[in-house]
């Protein structure tokens, strides 16, 4: 618990003390119910993981389903809006900004033959999504890409890279310093 709320303090020039963090950050809170809904989906409790997730919903505004796989660190900024779908799986120290959606492409049409198909995103270790961004699709972003603001991202994604547009295409290589909004004035 101590480096998760570190991880939080140093991606966060607002973070004042670990106490603020556990009692006003809605992206803790969600993490921490996610552990617990998570728990009782991997027992087969569904009802039960799906009311603890949507509990967790009505509380934060950030929507996690239960299936999700969730590495160590995640850091969900602001986080109203954000929402992580079932298959999406997500690597150590992630930061999520508010209104950026793990989603899925395909309509609910043929529901039976989507079950247990990988359908949501891949964030490996490190990677920084923008407020508003939508990554869809079963695509696999690389460690330490950055995703800009409101990019939408429906293809893979290079190790380091800097995503921005509508499509979002690569503008360039991130480094490895933490850049809070995914990009910076000089574009990486």
Same mark, same amino acid.
């Given at each position: ?48 993981? *799906? ?14 389903? %239960? ?13 109203? @809006? ?32 989507? *079950?247990?198909?990988?359908?949501? %995103? ?35 994604? %290079? ?7 509508? %499509? ?13 909004? @995914?990009?910076?004035? @000089?574009?990486?």
């Amino acid at each position: 618990m101590n480096e998760f709320l570190e991880s939080i303090i140093s991606r966060d020039p607002a973070a004042k003390s670990k106490l603020s963090v556990i009692l006003t950050y809605p992206g803790v809170k969600a993490v921490f119910f996610h552990k617990i809904a998570n728990f009782f989906s991997v027992a087969k409790f569904d009802l039960i993981a *799906r009311i603890i997730s949507q509990f967790s919903r009505f509380l934060t505004g950030i929507e996690i389903h %239960p299936k999700a796989k969730i590495g160590k660190n995640l850091f969900i900024d602001h986080g109203m @809006g954000v929402v992580i779908g079932e298959t999406s799986e997500i690597g150590d120290n992630v930061t999520i900004y508010h209104m950026a959606t793990l989603g899925g492409i395909s309509p609910s049409i043929n529901s039976n033959e989507q *079950r247990e198909v990988k359908r949501h %995103p891949t964030l490996m270790d490190n990677v920084v999504v923008g407020s508003g961004a939508q990554v869809l699709g079963p695509v696999v972003v690389g460690k330490n890409a950055k995703i800009g603001a409101n990019a939408v991202v429906t293809k893979d994604v %290079p190790e380091k890279a800097v995503m921005v547009g509508i %499509p979002a295409k690569n503008v360039g290589t991130a480094t490895d310093e933490f850049k809070p909004y @995914g990009i910076s004035n @000089g574009n990486n």
